[in-house]
């Protein structure tokens, strides 16, 4: 590989990174704050790819081009594994993989642990049904005892996943920077829930804290249960991750 074909898969990797960046694809593989820091680094590979091939390809003095090292035609070649770079790229202009799922849900346990908890837990917003992520509804059901929650109409959104006994449950993938690193948080479903519906269906669940809690069968970690009162079918949302 020289440095122009080096310069050519620089730029379309680049390229990509700037078109998944720019839309919504990147939501896929990071965290939404990462955004601007992938748009950077995307622009910046395609400013050194540019440079690389404008500096390559520009007429060049005689005299000069005897002093070139490398070949006779001044172009230092790298070992062939660098066509290797192409595969990330063309898997990102030609493939859009989902966001993790309930497959990825069922291969790792539930992320609550001790450290989600807090000494004290806010009151929740006014208004009923009251929008609360699953792990900050996970987090106040155990940790909390549900004391923030008791009272309140609860509306939770995630995708359904397969408990223990085949029963659903409702989930989301939570990240610390990427997709590497996801791990689910799950909450248990009980009463009138989503029983005939397929895994990775997103659903909107409305309900009351219950103090039922189960156990994930990968990590034994508690997994809190909704009482549900009513459910509906819902599309995926543009941030599938917390």
Known sequence: MNRQAQAVVMLLLGGAVLKASLGDLYLRYVK?????????????????????????????????????????????????????????????????????????????????????SASDYPPLPAGDPVDVGLLDYASRAVFDQGRSLTGRTLRLTGFVTPGPGGEPML?????????????????????????????????????????????????????????VTGWQEVTPPKQQYE
């Open 32 to 116: 939404e704050g990462l955004q601007p820091f992938l748009i950077g680094a995307g622009a910046l590979l395609v400013a050194a790819a540019v440079m690389t091939l404008w500096y390559d390809l520009r007429p060049r003095r005689t005299a000069a081009a005897g002093n070139d090292d490398g070949d006779g035609d001044g172009h230092h070649h790298e070992p062939r594994i660098g066509w290797l770079l192409i595969l990330p790229v063309l898997g990102l202009l030609l493939v859009a993989p989902p966001a993790l799922g309930s497959y990825a849900a069922g291969q790792a346990g539930s992320v609550l642990t001790a450290q989600n």
């Open 171 to 227: 989930a989301r993938m939570v990240l610390s920077c990427c997709a590497a690193d996801g791990r689910p948080i799950k909450v248990g479903l009980t009463g009138a829930g989503p029983s005939a519906v397929a895994p990775d269906t997103w659903v909107q669940v409305v309900g009351a804290y219950t103090n039922r809690v189960g156990k994930d069968p990968v990590n034994d970690a508690d997994v809190p249960y909704l009482q």
